[in-house]
């Protein structure tokens, strides 16, 4: 019974870590349609939102029936909770970059950024995926190296998303109304997703450490509604 229950905790972590994949994956693309005006790009990433759903789903299944069928206690319950919470982050990440391929998708044949901003969502974009990618990472190799780079292309991510209000400020009257929405949400999506990236790092350091001090503060606000 125990050899099942390790293979079917190993099975958590496969899933969690092909989630992490397609997130990366999927803000990659995103990004590229956005900044190409890329609209089969856009419309490959809002159609394979889906596998990312469906990942959760089968993994969520298979943890409450660990909680059910095998009543874990201690590592092992801390385990199942923290795979749960972490796969609806993933989720979210997913979610995020198919609302910037939405967005690119929307405003197709033209580009959705500014001619100004274009290189400020580059570089969200880099930080972006780059966070994204080290999250699978550190889910495979658990790994708590990978978290500060994961904080750091939060940090980044933050520090752009200002920069995005501070361009607008400057340049309310050369944008349109439409570009300023686009821009606005567009910067909130990018922000969001390295907060969900942050979130399942520091529950993967708790998890190794078991140190509370390294989860003492979520990546996001609970209080927000990505």
């Known amino acids: 019974m125990r050899e099942l229950f390790t293979r ?23 990004s590229t349609a956005l ?41 092992d319950l801390r385990l199942v909770v923290t795979a749960l919470r972490m796969s609806a982050s993933i989720e979210r990440m997913g979610d995020l970059a198919r ?36 999250v699978a990472e550190l889910l495979q190799s658990r790994d708590v190296q990978r978290a500060s780079q994961i904080e750091s292309a939060d940090d980044t991510l933050d520090a752009l998303h200002r920069d995005t209000f501070r361009t607008m400020l400057t340049q309310k009257d050369q944008l349109s109304s439409q570009e300023i929405v686009d821009v606005t949400l567009l910067g909130r999506y990018y922000e969001r997703f390295g907060d969900h990236a942050v979130s399942v790092a520091r529950r993967v350091s708790y998890l190794v450490t078991g140190d509370p001090a390294d989860f003492t503060t979520e990546g996001y606000s609970n209080s927000g509604s990505a």
């Open 8 to 30: 079917e905790l190993d099975q958590v972590g496969v899933d969690l870590v092909q989630m992490a994949s397609h997130a990366a994956t999927a803000i990659e693309q995103a």
């Open 35 to 75: 900044q190409t005006a890329d609209l089969a790009l856009a419309e490959q990433v809002i159609d394979a939102d889906v596998a990312i759903d469906d990942l959760e789903r089968v993994l969520d299944e298979r943890c409450v029936d660990l909680l059910a069928r095998q009543s874990p206690v201690a590592g």
């Open 99 to 134: 609302h910037i391929a939405q967005v690119a998708r929307g405003r197709y044949p033209q580009r959705a950024v500014p001619e100004s901003l274009t290189e400020t969502f580059d570089q969200m974009a880099t930080a972006a995926t780059a966070a994204a990618r080290s």
